[in-house]
């Protein structure tokens, strides 16, 4: 069984001859010379490295443990598209109803209905609220190296 290197290399004196035989013109037989021994070699050279083109980049996910560092960014962050989401929905919220809506009885209903559904939205949206904030500021004040012992 041959390598890839040989087969490779036995294909290219193939075509080499075959090109020699077949164009009459000197510039393009030098031309295409270059251009298959540029094109091989480099064939050649990623063969040699196929090995490690296989190999996964990263961990895989059930055997990575999550860390400190990395899960406060990523709940940082979900809870400011959560926040940002609620304002963007109260905003467009208020864009379609207007004052307006304060006067109508259905909208009192709807409140009196889902008083139990807006308590327990509220609170997350406190919770999140409260996180996002006290986050924000212990990452400023880890960027400024506040609570860190200096090196002498």
Same mark, same amino acid.
């Given at each position: 069984m041959m390598c890839i290197k040989e087969e #490779? #290399? &036995?294909?290219k004196k193939n075509i080499k001859r075959t090109a020699i035989n077949t164009i009459k013109n000197e510039e393009k037989k030098e031309f295409l010379n270059k251009l298959l021994d540029y094109l091989y070699d480099d064939l050649i050279r990623r063969a040699n490295h196929s090995k490690n083109i296989l190999r996964p980049l990263s961990p895989h996910l059930? !055997? *990575?443990k999550p860390? @400190? +560092? =990395? +899960?406060f960014p990523i709940s940082h962050r979900i809870s400011g598209a959560f926040l940002a989401t609620i304002v963007l /929905? $109260? *905003?467009l919220l208020c864009l379609k109803i207007g004052l307006i809506c304060f006067t109508y009885t259905n909208f009192y209903q /709807? $409140? $009196? *209905? =889902? =008083?139990? @559904? @807006? #308590? !327990? =939205?509220?609170?997350i949206?406190? #919770?999140a609220l409260s996180y996002h904030l006290y &986050?924000?500021?212990r990452h400023l004040l880890t960027d400024f190296s506040f609570g860190r012992k200096r090196l002498k």
């Open positions: #490779l #290399l &036995n294909e059930p !055997i *990575y860390q @400190l +560092t =990395s +899960t /929905f $109260f *905003y /709807f $409140f $009196f *209905y =889902s =008083s139990k @559904l @807006l #308590l !327990i =939205s509220v609170e949206a406190a #919770l &986050n924000g500021v």
